[in-house]
């Protein structure tokens, strides 16, 4: 069966409130993890045309690439390090409008401009972060914050 997004124009409150009914019913009945993290990553890539959008998951002391949409990306992340390890060690969402201005930023891709991290909190425990990357500075605000969150829990971890 062919899944297509229908993709909202307007506000992102609207975006994200016509998205997250589309993510709800592509996710249903699926138990996969990797097949709901990729299907969600495609669709907020596809909606918002975000420079790059994916999943790390704590392996160890790591965290490791999962699935993602856009350019290469780096595969392993020590915790406190770049965005993505200082929301797992603060086990909370970061907002950073210049990336260049974040002390310890990891330059994936130099083309990155700002990002957020949303760490995936399961048990008390921070089992991986949703990492989204845009080419333009300041992209991000509480806004995505909340959807993503919302998004997140959609997925069963």
Known sequence: MAEDLNIAKGTKDEQYSSLIPQITALLSGESDQIANMANVCAALKEQFNFFWVGF?????????????????ACTRIQRAKGVCGASWERS????????????????????????????????GFVIGVLDVDSDELNSFDETDA???SQILDLILF
């Open 92 to 123: 909370e969402t970061l907002i950073v409008p210049d990336v260049e201005a974040f002390p310890g930023h990891i330059a994936c891709s130099s083309a990155s401009k700002s990002e957020i991290v949303i760490p995936i909190i399961r048990n």
């Open 56 to 72: 790390y998951m704590v392996k160890g002391n790591e965290l490791v690439l999962g699935p993602f949409q856009g350019p290469v």
């Open 146 to 148: 909340i959807y993503l």
